[in-house]
């Protein structure tokens, strides 16, 4: 069973750029959630896609969006980079919403 | 929203000791509690949960209590390796809303001394 992948691994962007992360999720898995990981802190939750619209949002502006595909897999959309948007991005796919999340090894975003 | 709290920030014991990480939560209708284990340069990993219908789980070296009343939960892990360190974080879930997404603590790093 293939877990949860995300790409690319680190990325080094400058402010007022535009990323796009990529993330596939784990087998079976039919919803997606997206986490934002400052350094030293907890994971924040940025949204979730469940059948490919979004189910819920936590406290991000729009310049964050995303989009789940037909094979469940997602991807997170940030324009308009800025220095606090350096972080480590972290996807999490599910069987079902609500349930049990399984993590990728995130996406390193550094903004310069 | 739900707001977690996480103590301490910082553990050291030494191998075969016990490790004892506390949390609490603020929602009264939080209802899933999971333990996440992440390693330097990798994502989170799930260790243990515990659903608001039980007191107390656990899973070999590794077991989660929860206080409701209290709005507390624990994670205990008995005879530490030097493989159990890492940064632990425990999480909360609301059991209403459509995401119904976890609230993460700001995370434990244990350090098992050999």
């Known amino acids: 069973e293939t877990g949860v992948t995300q790409s690319p691994t680190h990325l080094i962007k400058t402010r007022g750029q535009q990323v796009t992360l990529r993330c596939s999720s784990q087998?079976?898995?039919?919803?997606v959630s997206w986490y934002q990981q400052a350094l030293g802190q907890g994971p924040q939750f940025i949204f979730q896609?469940?059948?490919?619209?979004?189910?819920g949002r936590g406290n991000f502006p729009p310049r964050f969006s995303g989009l789940q595909f037909p094979n469940y897999s997602s991807e997170l959309n940030v324009n308009a980079l800025e220095l606090d948007d350096s972080a480590l991005y972290l996807c999490?796919?599910?069987?079902?919403?609500?349930?049990?999340?399984?993590f990728g090894e995130g996406s390193r975003l550094t903004v310069l | 929203g739900e707001n977690v709290e996480q103590h301490p920030s910082t553990l050291s014991v030494q191998e075969g000791d016990s490790a004892v990480i506390k949390c609490t939560y603020s929602d009264s209708a939080s209802n899933y509690f999971p333990w996440y284990k992440q390693e330097l340069g990798k994502g989170p990993q799930l260790i243990i949960d515990?659903?608001?219908?039980?007191g107390e789980k656990k899973d070999q070296r590794i077991a989660v209590t929860l206080n409701k009343t209290a709005k507390h939960f624990s994670l205990h892990i008995t005879e530490t390796q030097p493989e159990d360190s890492a940064v632990y974080f425990c999480?909360?879930?609301?059991?209403?809303?459509?995401?119904?997404?976890?609230?993460f603590g700001s995370g434990t790093q244990l350090t098992v001394l050999p």
């Open positions: 515990i659903r608001s219908n039980v």
């Open positions: 087998s079976g898995h039919n919803t």
């Open positions: 999490a796919s599910s069987r079902t919403s609500p349930g049990e999340l399984f």
């Open positions: 999480a909360a879930r609301e059991s209403s809303g459509s995401a119904r997404q976890l609230t």
């Open positions: 896609y469940y059948r490919e619209e979004e189910n």
